[in-house]
Every structure is written in C-alpha cells, then in structure tokens.
C-alpha cells in the first residue's frame, strides 16, 4: 500500500483528493492547520496532522514524509482579494510553505510533488483558449506567488531529481466549497444568497467569464499526475474543463434576482485548452456545470 500526503486535506479540494485516494487503497496522512480547511472534512481512515507547516522544522517535516510516495501540495493561501489585502501572509503560506515542502520532500526521498498551481498565473491574457505556453503576467500577488511555486517545482526536478507536477487550476466548484469568508468562490457565494433568499451579487458587469471545473475532474487529474510516467521534470499542466460560462450566465442559472456593485480588477476571460493534460495524463473532465447546479443548488430555493 503506497503512503501518500495531502497538505491543506481539511480543506475544499484536499479533503476531497483524500477521499478519493483512499477509496483506491492509499495510505493517506493529511496535514493542516485548520485555518481554512474543516476536521469535519477529514476522512476518519485518514491519518491526521494537525500542524502549521510555517512553524515545522525542516527535521520534523522530514519525519513526517518519511516512506511517503507522492506529496499532493494542496495547501495554500487562497483566491486572489485576500493575497491583495495580505500579501505578506499569503507569501509566507504560498511561497514559504511550498519551498520547505520541496526541501523536506527531497530529504526525505519522496518521489514525487503534485503541485496545486492555479491559472491565475495567465493573469488577462487575449489567448484562448489560453495553452501552457503562454506568457505569464499575474495580476495579484496570489497569482504571482502560485507562478513561484511552479519554478520551485520545476528547479527540483532539475536540480536535485525530484520528480514534481504543477496542475494549474481553474475556477473549481464542487461539493464542500466554502460559502463563506474571504474563500468563497462565486459559485459559493451565490449559493448562500440563494438560502437567504438575497440577491446574488454580481461584481462589475457580470459579463465576465470563466471556464468552471469540477472538483472531482481535479482530484482525477491529481491522481494521474502521480501514476503517470509522462510528467514528474516540472511539467505544467491545464486543469480546466475547456467551455466557460459569464458570471451572469451563472447566475441566472440559480436565481432571477440579481444585484450589482463592487468593483475589481480581474480576468475578463478565463478558458483552458486541456490538450496537454489529455495527452498526457489522459484526463477527460466530466463534470457539467448546469447540472451540478441543478442539482446542488437550485434544489435547495
């Protein structure tokens, strides 16, 4: 039975990852801190870590990895307005804790690093789909700092023979996302408003779009990144479900009663071309928006 570890696996993707994995037969150690994530979300036949990798030393986070397979580095600061408020907590959280991830992984003689990147790195690009090629220009410091941890990734893997993947993600959505606090995603938010019988509310025009990806497809494509034997030198890799919809569109899937206000600087587009980890890791994502609504949200009005 191979050892695996999740980091941040309280929390929305991780706690699912974990699940998943332990499904298949994996021996699973998920580390967190619990200041995002929720012990509720830890699977009981998971063994639990409670632990903020900031403050571990190096030697104490080695002994945590020891005999481990594959790191599944979930854990993060998220989504991009609390990095513009913080951005030197969320530097500490992305960049620190990534780096003494990678040192203790090589110390330890992990095989192999799966790094939850985001595609926030693309920042407003006007390619699209937008390909892994493409350059780079981040537009917060999260961006910037989830830009950081692939070149981490990919510099072990050439430096030092750590076997690392960066699976850049878009817009997740899917069972135990946080509807509330700084974390929520739009999805997440539009949810509770619906149960409070509020308006959603729309920032800017709505008319932004972006390419939504189920959670599930993520812990999917998670999980070929570690059995495969096409990636592990630094490969980067698109984990979007390549369609994407405006916000607005979102919305009137959930409710007629809209508001508008805030306004922020974000991507006006976001969609993914998905070749590469088809290609490579032979992903195919399954999940369909509209639906998942439909019966995940809607039905709760």
Not at 66 to 86: L, M, N
Not at 184 to 189: E, L, S
Request: aromatic residues 8%; contains cysteine; neutral net charge.
């Amino acid at each position: 039975m191979k050892h695996v570890v999740v980091t941040g696996g309280a929390g929305f993707i991780g706690s699912n990852l974990t699940d998943e994995l332990l499904k298949r037969g994996y021996k699973v150690t998920v580390i967190d801190n619990l200041s995002t994530g929720k012990r509720e979300n830890v699977n009981a036949d998971a063994t639990f870590v409670y632990g903020d990798i900031r403050l571990m030393s190096h030697d104490l986070l080695v002994l945590q990895l020891a005999g481990v397979d594959t790191i599944f580095h979930c854990a993060a600061f998220p989504r991009v307005q609390p990095s513009i408020q913080d951005p030197v907590t969320s530097n500490k959280a992305n960049v620190d804790v990534t780096l003494k991830i990678l040192m203790a992984a090589r110390d330890a003689n992990v095989r192999r690093v799966v790094y939850s990147a985001s595609s926030s790195a693309y920042g407003d690009t006007n390619i699209f789909p937008t390909h892994e090629d493409v350059k780079t220009c981040p537009m917060s410091p999260y961006g910037l700092q989830k830009l950081i941890g692939e070149e981490y990734c990919r510099l072990f893997s050439m430096l030092y023979g750590l076997e690392t993947v960066s699976l850049r993600y878009f817009n997740v959505y899917g069972e135990r996302m946080a509807d509330e606090g700084a974390y929520c995603t739009v999805i997440g938010i539009f949810s509770k408003q619906l149960k409070q019988g509020a308006p959603l509310s729309i920032t800017n025009d709505g008319s932004q779009r972006r390419d939504f990806t189920y959670v599930g497809d993520v812990v999917e494509a998670n999980i070929l990144a570690m059995l495969s034997d096409n990636v592990g030198t630094g490969d980067i890799i698109n984990i979007g479900h390549g369609k994407n919809y405006s916000v607005n569109e979102v919305a009137n899937m959930i409710s007629t009663k809209k508001t508008y206000g805030e306004t922020r600087i974000e991507p006006s587009i976001t969609l993914a071309d998905n070749t590469k980890a088809r290609t490579l890791l032979g992903w195919d994502p399954k999940g369909d928006l509209p639906t998942w609504i439909s019966n995940n949200i809607k039905g709760t009005k």
